[in-house]
């Protein structure tokens, strides 16, 4: 499988995933909702088609990181509702500290010369 | 683990909900959408929804990936599992074949068996609420085991049991004389059944024309004037006449009224019974008589079966104070219907289903073992797969997947295989399945057949699976030979798969042998007498109309018997011995070897015992004694020692004569000549003293009891006037014996002609060569015999096949090693040997611990074996012996194609 995670849709995915549980940690929130955070989060840097959210979205409900139920929006329509579970908030730890680990690891080489 | 079920539990509920789920996905979608549109719209920009589209992206692609996350991969993997799995069992389509056969006879066995069993169960009975039905026996003193019929006044005293049984009943067996007809018919002898009137109701079984009797009909002392026929009957002897209600007919030269008839499903207990009678019992009766019947009761709501026994100990030793003659050491036992029914069947079937259970066990060793081979020969590519990616788990479940399709394939072939034997096992039901009215392969069969099919294929996929576990695949490839560990490891488990078919096989044919030899010993024991060319029929005088009850005899109701039937018994035996195809005739009041003889205590005449004067009971052992027309020795062809037969001359005006075997003569008069000595039978005070005027060879009671008697025979013609209860209805009947060059067709019309003319009420029944009924009473063994050698048969083959292709693989295997050998100087038997010597050793290993298995099990044969003990020395060693050659055989086969290995062709190939 070696040479899958090579592919920059695949670091791209990684990225998304950790943005999304980190999005969803606040509170239980839809996906346009996620999406707007994600947005606003990135200072619009990361301005890829919103769609790609919901295959995300559902890969973590499916991977037990997240929760999902139906509900009334504000605006009266039905939506569907993401929260994060105690396997999400474990990975969301776990993933931030790797992440702050590599990126200390990358700046101390880089600084270093 | 959590997170694995969770998903299973989500994608599960996708798989089942796949439409909601298309709907959540897009309502998901259009509500992004529209919040999209919105903000886009109160931002002032013109055509939102065409924007709002744009930013979301390819709608179709994400809705795609969202779906194929999910799929159940689990069930698209199992496909593609089976379609790869199916490829490469095709491709070894020997292998295949031979995996799915063996798999599929062990379960055609195993479903068979347990069809019958099934069949066997309660639910079977077609009787109302077979549950609360119980059958109740009686157990003779010192066979607690047995079972034996219950007399009258017992049963009349288990009617009074209200609080233990709202409904009980009785049946004896009788066979009658139907005829002569009006239309000129002849009498016809017809088994039938004689009820008393509340038994119809036990069983819950209504006429499916007229009705039943009344208690009027059968009340005590009322000759019975009524019966039901069979639909058999109705059908066949009397045409189907749809006015059969009250019509009238001859039985037993009574005119009987029929008031119904019963539907053809109805049977109890016999095969075929043509006629119910109500069973008249007499005053006499009642005081004492013969055990007889049948008993079945209906249990009350709140009764079990232990508390109905503990009321019956009670009874029981009650009757054993109050008539201690006839019930003294008597007990009572009570037990499901279903039990009495069937129990004697079941535990038949207990065995064969243990045997069928073991060839099981064998088959999976055996396809354990294939399928280890199989998967070794694979390694190479499982591990290229497994580097490419394939996780272990994957590929050790293709493995399991691969067990599971063969198994099951098996399975399926099984049931199929169990359907045609069962089919044809009913078509021509054998005697001993004569109870069993209906056999399916129903859904607990079908479970049954799949449940094991499934434990099947687990059992022989875990080895592979095992194995695969327990070592590096990638390693493996990476140069290991089949000399490695890997190898060492596999050959062990091989080695425990050879060793464990072996001990199968040996305790199953341990098994078979056993039964083979008591059937052997059965088929040719010495039974005192010429069975060959002899033919035999039975005639029988109605008692009723020769029999008047005078009182009592020893406990026993007394009676008149007319001189009558001796005489016309007489005359047959005259104008049969005249008959020009007949070399020789005779006539015996029961037939040699049916199992039963009467029995009396005699004294010595003139010679004082120490227990009293001569006349009174039990001072000399009893004897069996017989009623005989002269020339009965001759035409059985039992040798006269010495003295003289009974001649026409030995009639009621001459001195009372008899006739004793060898047993009794050695064992009375060791030292004397037994030959003008006298004897006085103890059966009733009017038998007079009796001059012993011969000594003839000893016969067997019984084909199961050969051990020779005392026996003494007496003329048929010599009989006192007064007798009693049992013996009395030996005097009404007579089974002649025929020796004769003539076809039984040619004789049948000839002998039936010469019994019409002599009295034309008199029917003849039970005509045939007394070889074919000595036949039929081996028939059960037979089968036993045959069933337990062709389980053996297939567990042989299969282990053999399993022995032969763990050598034959090894020798392929170890090609180079042994072609190096060779080259090197290696002389052919010390290669042999090399190839045999592993193999050999846990055939070696497997032998004691069949033979330990086999001297622990064979006990359940116990009541199967005849003269032959469950620990048979000679069948242990000779099955040893056959075992053994036969696996060392299976051995050398393979392992001498090492002799015909060409060492530089092999190398070279490597």
Known sequence: ??????????????????????????????????????????????????????????RLELRGLLASAWDVSANNRRAKYYKLTAAGRKQLKESTDAWRRTSAAINSILEST | M??????????????????????????????????REEALRSSGVKNAETASRRQFGNETRFREQCRELWRFTLLDQLWIDLR????????????????????????????????????????????????RLVMISTIPPESPEANEFVAIPEYVALTQETELFDRIGAMSRRSSNLGVADDGLPADRLDGQLFTAPMFNVLGVQPEVGRVFTPAESAIGVPPTVMLISHRLWQSRLGGDPNIADKTVLLDGTATRI??????????????????????????????STRILTVVAHLNADV?????????????????????????????????????????????????????????????????????????????????????????????????????????????????????????????????????????????????????????????????????????????????????????????????????????????????????KSFFRMQRADLGFEPHGLVTFQTRLPADQYFKQVGFANGFPQLDVSPVPATLFNR???????????????????????????????????????????????????????????????????????????TADDTTETPWVAIINESMARRHWPRQD?????????????????????????????????????????????????????????????????????????????????????????????????????????????????????LGAIATILSVLGVYGVVAYSVAQRGRELAIRIALGARGRSIVSLVMRETVLFIVVGMPIGFAGALALTRFLNTVLWQVTTTDTAVFASITLLLSTVALIATLIPACRVLRLDPTSTLRAE
């Open chain 2, 572 to 646: 047959v035996f005259e104008r049969l011995q005249a008959l020009p195809h007949i070399d020789a005739a005779a006539g015996i009041n029961i037939p040699p070897l049916s199992g039963y003889a009467m029995e009396a205590p005699f004294s010595i005449y003139g010679q004082p015992t120490n227990a009293g004067p001569a006349g009174s009971e039990g001072k000399l052992p009893n004897v069996y004694f017989h009623f005989v027309t002269p020339n009965f020795f001759k035409t059985a062809g039992i040798p006269l020692i010495r003295g003289r037969d009974f």
């Open chain 2, 304 to 516: 079990s079966i232990q508390q109905a026994q503990d009321q019956l100990n009670r009874l029981a030793a009650g009757f054993a104070r109050t008539d201690p003659d006839r019930n003294k050491g008597w007990g009572l036992r009570v037990r499901s219907l279903s039990a009495g029914y069937f129990g004697d069947l079941r535990q038949l079937l207990f065995v064969l289903q243990g045997s069928a259970a073991l060839v099981l066990l064998i088959a999976c060793a055996n396809v354990a073992g294939l399928t280890l081979i199989r998967t070794s020969a694979r390694y190479r590519e499982m591990a290229i797969r497994s580097s490419l990616g394939a996780d272990r788990l994957r590929i050790a479940r293709q493995c399991l997947t691969e067990s599971l399709v063969l198994s099951l394939t098996g399975g399926l072939v099984g049931v199929v295989l169990a359907w045609g034997t069962l089919t044809l096992l009913m078509a021509n039901r054998p005697m001993w399945l004569s109870l069993i009215d209906h056999v399916a392969i129903d859904s607990t069969v079908f479970a049954f057949a799949l449940v094991v099919s499934l434990a099947t294929g687990l059992a022989f996929g875990a080895a592979p699976v095992l194995h695969l576990a327990r070592h590096d695949l990638v390693g493996w490839m990476k140069g290991a030979t089949p000399f490695s560990g890997s190898g060492r490891d596999r050959q062990r488990i091989q080695r425990v798969l050879v060793t464990a078919q072996i001990a199968f096989t040996m305790m199953l044919l341990i098994g078979a042998g056993l039964v083979i």
């Open chain 2, 259 to 288: 008031i119904g008839v019963m539907p053809p499903s109805f049977r109890f207990l016999d095969q075929q019974t043509d006629f119910w009678r109500p069973a008249p019992f007499t005053p006499f009766q009642l005081r004492a």
């Open chain 2, 2 to 35: 959590f997170d694995g079920l969770n998903r299973l539990r989500l994608r599960l509920r996708a798989f089942f909900h796949r439409r909601r789920l298309e709907k959540d996905l897009e309502d998901e979608f259009a509500f992004h959408r529209a919040m």
């Open chain 2, 674 to 790: 037994a030959i003008g000595q006298r004897v006085i039978l103890d059966i009733v005070h009017e038998e007079r003293p009796r001059q012993i005027v011969g000594i003839v060879g000893d016969t067997a009671l019984s084909r199961w009891d050969l051990a020779p008697s005392p026996m003494v025979y007496l003329p048929q013609l010599q009989l006192p006037q007064r007798y009693r209860v049992p013996y009395g209805q030996d005097r009404v009947t007579m089974t002649f014996l025929l020796r004769s060059n003539s076809s039984l067709d040619a004789l049948i019309p000839e002998v039936r002609r010469t019994v019409a003319e002599v009295d034309p009420t008199l029917a003849i029944a039970q005509v045939g060569m007394v070889e074919q009924y000595l036949g039929e009473q081996i028939e059960t063994p037979r089968y036993y015999m045959l069933v337990l050698g062709l």
């Open chain 2, 84 to 131: 790869y799995v199916s490829r490469s069992l095709s491709k070894t389509w020997v292998f295949t074949a031979g995996a799915i056969l063996s798999v599929a006879l062990a379960i055609a066995a195993n479903t068979t068996v347990f069809s019958l069993l099934q069949a066997t169960l309660v639910n079977s009975l077609k009787f109302k609420d077979p549950d």
């Open chain 1, 1 to 58: 499988m070696g040479k899958d995670t090579d592919r920059p849709a695949d670091l791209l995915q990684g990225t998304l995933d950790v943005l999304i549980l980190k999005t969803v940690s606040r509170g239980e929130m839809h996906g346009y909702e996620i999406a707007e955070r994600i947005h606003e989060l990135s200072n619009e840097a990361l301005s890829v088609e919103e769609g790609a959210l919901y295959p995300a979205l559902h």
